[in-house]
Nanobody, 123 residues
Framework: QVQVVESGGGLVQAGGSLRLSCAASGNIFRINAMAWYRQAPGKQRELVASITSAGTTNYVDSVKGRFTISRGNAKNTVYLQMNSLKPEDTANYSC?????????????????WGQGTLVTVSS
């Protein structure tokens, strides 16, 4: 099948930076889009940033100008560079990969989630 693994979370002071990484692996025929979501305690999950296979990016207003999503040289990887972090950025960040899975005969569109990585920003 397909797996998604995130890394890079941690504790940082307000104003600091972190870089999250996400890698998708498995029987992937094509990566269609990848995105980062976050969920803070007591709040709904929100889309933070996304990037399509063509490189088109999209950000939630609260992170525009501070966060940058990018794809690695290996197209199954995506990064989230987070600068000027604020306490309100504290959340569990999860990577979502929209992929076309292939067995070699069968093709199927899947959305796969990682386990998430915790980002804590102290004031």
């Amino acid at each position: 099948q397909v797996q998604v693994v995130e890394s890079g979370g941690g504790l940082v002071q307000a104003g600091g930076s972190l870089r999250l990484s996400c890698a998708a692996s498995g029987n992937i025929f094509r990566i269609n889009a990848m995105a980062w979501y976050r969920q803070a305690p007591g709040k709904q999950r929100e889309l933070v940033a996304s990037i399509t296979s063509a490189g088109t990016t999209n950000y939630v207003d609260s992170v525009k100008g501070r966060f940058t999503i990018s794809r690695g040289n290996a197209k199954n990887t995506v990064y989230l560079q987070m600068n000027s972090l604020k306490p309100e950025d504290t959340a569990n960040y999860s990577c979502n990969a929209g992929v076309t899975w292939s067995s070699g005969v069968t093709y199927r569109s899947l959305e796969v989630w990682g386990q998430g990585t915790l980002v804590t920003v102290s004031s």
